[in-house]
Nanobody, 120 residues
Framework: QLQLVESGGGVVQPGGSLRLSCTASGFTLDYYAIGWFRQGPGKEREQISCITRGGDSTNYHDSIKGRFTISRDDAKNTVYLQMNGLKPEDTAVYYC?????????????WGKGTQVTVSS
C-alpha cells in the first residue's frame, strides 16, 4: 500500500519542541517534493513548509520562520519537521504530502495526520 505516515505529534508546553516525521511506505520519497501542512481548530488547512527533491530548496510560512526546520533523509525514506519555540497557535493536525514539485495544492500522496497540542 502506497502511503505516507506522520508521527511525532503530542502534547507540549509553550516554548517546547517536537520533531515530526513523515515516512513513505510502498514507494521512495527521493523522487518527490514533500510539503508539511496543518489544520488548526476552526481553520482551513495551510501549507507551512516544503522541501524540494534533493533538499536543495526549502520554504516556510511566515508564521513558522525561524522556529521550524524541514529536512529530509532519503536513505531513511523520511522527511522531518523540527519544531522549536512552540506556541499555542501551533496547535493543529499536521499532515505531510508528496508531489513532484513544491506547490500550494499538492495532489500526490497524503498522510492521515498527527495531532500537535501546545498547552500549559
Amino acid at each position: 500500500q502506497l502511503q505516507l505516515v506522520e508521527s511525532g505529534g503530542g502534547v507540549v508546553q509553550p516554548g517546547g519542541s517536537l520533531r515530526l516525521s513523515c515516512t513513505a511506505s510502498g514507494f521512495t520519497l527521493d523522487y518527490y517534493a514533500i510539503g508539511w501542512f496543518r489544520q488548526g481548530p476552526g481553520k482551513e488547512r495551510e501549507q507551512i513548509s516544503c522541501i524540494t527533491r534533493g533538499g536543495d530548496s526549502t520554504n516556510y510560512h511566515d508564521s513558522i520562520k525561524g522556529r521550524f526546520t524541514i529536512s529530509r533523509d532519503d536513505a531513511k525514506n523520511t522527511v522531518y519537521l523540527q519544531m522549536n519555540g512552540l506556541k499555542p497557535e501551533d496547535t493543529a493536525v499536521y499532515y505531510c504530502a508528496a508531489d513532484l514539485i513544491c506547490i500550494t495544492d499538492m495532489t500526490g500522496y497524503w498522510g492521515k495526520g498527527t495531532q500537535v497540542t501546545v498547552s500549559s
